[in-house]
C-alpha cells in the first residue's frame, strides 16, 4: 500500500480507520501514522460538519450528502461504489474536492472497506475558472463588440448614447476578471484587504444601479427597501460589494421574470446586517451544500458565488454568512459585519 501513489485507507464496518498509506499521512501533513487510526474519515480531515453532532462523522444532517460517507455505505451492502465528495475543513473554510473508491473485502471472516482518495481540486478549480472565462467573460466581451460594430454607423447622436453603454460594458468586464483574481488570492492567503468608513445605504443603491441594468436582471426588479439604514463602518468595500454582489446575482438568476430582489441594511446590535431577498426557494437537499466550492445548481464547472461569500466575508471581512429559504418567504441571504465605527 505504501508503494502506491494515491492515498488509501481502509475502515471497518462502522467507517473507523484501520490502516492508511503513506499517501494519505503525506496528503494530510501528519508525521504519526497512528494519529488517524479509530477515527472516521471526516474526523481526520477536519471536515467542519464532523463537529456539529457528538456522534462525529456522518451524524450532521449535511453528511446526507457526503460522497465519501455514500460511498463507504454502498460498500457495507458489498457494492464498489465511486462518488465525489466536497468537504470544508474547520476554521480554515478551505475546500477539499475529493475523488472517492470504496471497495468491500474480507479478512478472516471480517468485512472491511478499502478507500482510494484522489484530490481533484485543482482539476475542480481549474474548470470553473475555464468557464467562467470562456463563458461568463466572452459574453461580456461579445456585448462591448457588439456596440462596437455598431459605432461604425452610427450618428453623431447615437455615438452619444453609446459612451455610456460601452463604459458599463467595460467596468463589469474588469470587474469579473478582478473578482477571480481576488478569489484565488483569497483561496491562497494573498488577499490584501484595504478597509476604510463606508457608507451601508450608498453601497446598496449602488449594487441597484449596477444589476438593474445586468442582463441576468431582464423582466426583473432590482429595489432597495425603504427601510435600509444609512450606517457608516470600516470594511473593504470592493470585497463587500463582491460578496453582495454574488447574492443579487443568485437572487436574479434564481426567481421567475416579474419577480424583485429586495436589498435592505440595517443596525443589529453592534453589527451591521445586510440582506437580499428573493422569492424563489431552495430546496432541501440543495440547501445542505450551498456554500460549497464547485456546486451549483447551473451545470458543472460552477458554484463559486456561494463560496465565495462566505470565503471572502469570514476569512477577510471579519463577518458571517448564511441563508434561510422557505416555500412561503422565499430564499434570504444574509451578511453580518462588525461595526469598528459609527459616525
Do not use: W
Not at 503525506?26 to 487510526?37: I, P, Q
Not at 475555464?130 to 461568463?136: A, K, V, Y
Not at 460594430?149 to 453603454?165: P, Q, R, V
Not at 439604514?229 to 460578496?243: A, G, M, Q
Request: glycine share 6%.
Amino acid at each position: 500500500m505504501d508503494a502506491l501513489p494515491e492515498s488509501v485507507v481502509i475502515t471497518n464496518q462502522d467507517r473507523l480507520i484501520v490502516f492508511a498509506n503513506q499517501a494519505f499521512i503525506d496528503f494530510l501533513g501528519e508525521k504519526d501514522r497512528s494519529a488517524v487510526y479509530g477515527l472516521r474519515f471526516g474526523e481526520i480531515v477536519q471536515c467542519e460538519n464532523s463537529l456539529l453532532k457528538e456522534d462525529g462523522c456522518g451524524a450532521a444532517e449535511s453528511c446526507l450528502v457526503c460522497g465519501a460517507r455514500k460511498a463507504q455505505l454502498s460498500a457495507t451492502d458489498l457494492t464498489v461504489d465511486i462518488q465525489e465528495c466536497r468537504i470544508t475543513v474547520s476554521g480554515k473554510l478551505s475546500a477539499m474536492e475529493l475523488k472517492v473508491m470504496a471497495s468491500p473485502f474480507e479478512v478472516d471472516g471480517e468485512n472491511y472497506i478499502i478507500m482510494g482518495i484522489t484530490d481533484v481540486s485543482d482539476q475542480k478549480r481549474r474548470h470553473m475558472l475555464e468557464r467562467i472565462f470562456f463563458h461568463d467573460l466572452l459574453n461580456t466581451a461579445g456585448g462591448l463588440r457588439g456596440f462596437a460594430e455598431l459605432m461604425k454607423e452610427a450618428n453623431l447622436e447615437e455615438l452619444d448614447s453609446y459612451k455610456d453603454i460601452i463604459y458599463e460594458i467595460s467596468e463589469r468586464l474588469i470587474e469579473e476578471i478582478n473578482s477571480q483574481r481576488d478569489l484565488l488570492a483569497a483561496e491562497n492567503g494573498e488577499l490584501v484587504t484595504n478597509f476604510f468608513p463606508i457608507d451601508s445605504l450608498k453601497v446598496l443603491l449602488e449594487l441597484q444601479e449596477l444589476y438593474q441594468n445586468h442582463d441576468r436582471a431582464k423582466d426583473r426588479l432590482v429595489l432597495v427597501d425603504k427601510t435600509a439604514e444609512s450606517i457608516t463602518f470600516d470594511t473593504d468595500k470592493v470585497l463587500l460589494k463582491r460578496v453582495l454582489g454574488n447574492m443579487v446575482k443568485n437572487a436574479l438568476e434564481a426567481m421567475e421574470p416579474g419577480k424583485t430582489v429586495t436589498l435592505n441594511c440595517a443596525i443589529n446590535g453592534d453589527s451591521v446586517v445586510y440582506t437580499v431577498q428573493n422569492p424563489g426557494f431552495i430546496p432541501e437537499q440543495v440547501q445542505l451544500e450551498i456554500f460549497k466550492r464547485s456546486f451549483s445548481t447551473k451545470g458543472s464547472g460552477r458554484g463559486l458565488g456561494t463560496y465565495s461569500m462566505k470565503l471572502l466575508s469570514e476569512q477577510y471581512l471579519g463577518g458571517e454568512v448564511d441563508f434561510s429559504s422557505s416555500e412561503e418567504n422565499g430564499t434570504t441571504f444574509i451578511a453580518k459585519y462588525k461595526i469598528v465605527d459609527i459616525t
